[in-house]
């Protein structure tokens, strides 16, 4: 049987074009999108200003959900939450709900997999298998959301806080999903995040940083870094071959110069491999002049790799050795690191029962 499509696929104009035809005044639609993105209504019986006739002629052709969660992790210190979701066509993806003292940031997926295959990293071990749809990246929020509704100290309704676009894929090799999403949750009558609370990370895909930057959307950009040189990046970040520093470097100067915002470079920081002092120096040299920001982390291992985080103290030395040659650079908190819900640790990966909770 043919899947239903999801409600969250269609565009609020896609959705006044679809009632239209259907005979129904353009109003219809607004109610529709209001009982979604700020109502957070999973059924369409909870939409109960909508005739009962349009809500049957609603669920004959649309859901109002295509993902359905099939494990739930919890971390030993009860703030970061990971749900595997299976997408109407049987694939799964991971979403990772972090809670920053009362800031409740989702981390979205936006491929099945991924075809970078950064050397550290969980997710390109499967390869990658298909883009999430806009829809399906909505729909990983509008989860977390519905379960969030109504938290202290955050927004009313919808309980999130911040996005970021830092889960399993590259985000701009699915540019235009990404970007549809966005303003799907951008929007001032429905979910209305404010773009500057959303996030996209890129391992360095330069004509999408450039896209960004050319159309002038005020979300933040974090960029994976980690080596100072084409030659170790070649062997940690691949695409680095197709796109090496020099280039990457020029488009994130490019975008800071266009938007007047910093980016946020991410050094995930290797035992061995990139944390010594001459590679801070290195990373020192590369930066001198750029607007940006250094977020350094010990690396998050991942069971099947041979990479481990970098011990305390030498951590702490490669930030220091990075302040003190004028680099703005900060040691990140990790989140979900225990439930393998890090950063690089994401995968499509079933679980056996419903709720796991670490202890």
Not at 102 to 114: A, E, H, K, P
Not at 193 to 211: D, K, N
């Amino acid at each position: 049987m043919e899947q239903k499509r999801a409600l969250p696929e269609l565009s609020k104009e896609e959705l006044e074009e679809l009632l239209a035809t259907w005979g129904q005044p353009r109003y219809r639609a607004d109610q529709i999108w209001r009982w979604l993105y700020v109502s957070l209504a999973s059924d369409l019986d909870d939409m109960r200003n909508l005739p009962a006739a349009l809500r049957r002629q609603l669920g004959g052709q649309l859901a109002v959900t295509s993902v359905a969660p099939v494990s739930t992790l919890h971390s030993v210190d009860g703030r970061t939450e990971k749900v595997l979701l299976q997408l109407a066509d049987g694939q799964t993806v991971e979403t990772v709900l972090m809670d920053y003292d009362g800031r409740r940031t989702v981390c979205v997926s936006s491929q099945v997999g991924c075809a970078v295959r950064c050397a550290f990293c969980a997710t390109g071990l499967g390869g990658w298998m298909r883009d999430l749809s806009a829809g399906e990246i909505v729909e990983q929020v509008l989860y977390y959301a519905r379960l969030c509704r109504g938290g202290s100290g955050t927004a009313p309704g919808q309980g999130i806080s911040n996005i970021v676009y830092m889960g399993m894929g590259e985000p701009f090799l699915n540019y235009d999903a990404v970007r549809r999403s966005i303003a799907v949750l951008n929007d001032p009558e429905g979910f209305n995040l404010g773009a500057r609370r959303v996030t996209i990370s890129t391992a360095g895909i330069v004509p999408g940083i450039e896209r960004l930057a050319e159309e002038g959307l005020p979300v933040g950009l974090a960029v994976s870094l980690h080596a100072p040189s084409d030659e170790l990046r070649d062997r940690l970040v691949p695409i680095n071959r197709k796109y090496p520093l020099g280039q990457l470097i020029a488009a994130c100067r490019g975008y800071t110069e266009v938007t007047r915002r910093r980016v946020t470079l991410e050094y995930a920081l290797i035992d061995g491999v990139n944390d010594s002092p001459a590679e801070a120096d290195a990373l020192a040299r590369l930066l001198r002049g750029q607007l940006c920001h250094v977020n350094l982390i010990p690396v998050n291992p991942v069971p099947e790799l041979p990479y481990r985080p970098s011990p305390h103290e030498r951590v702490v030395a490669f930030e220091n050795r990075l302040r003190e040659r004028g680099v703005n650079a900060t040691l990140r908190v990790s989140r979900g690191a225990d439930i393998q819900a890090g950063c690089g640790q994401l995968r499509s990966a079933p679980r056996e029962c419903e709720t796991i909770v670490n202890t």
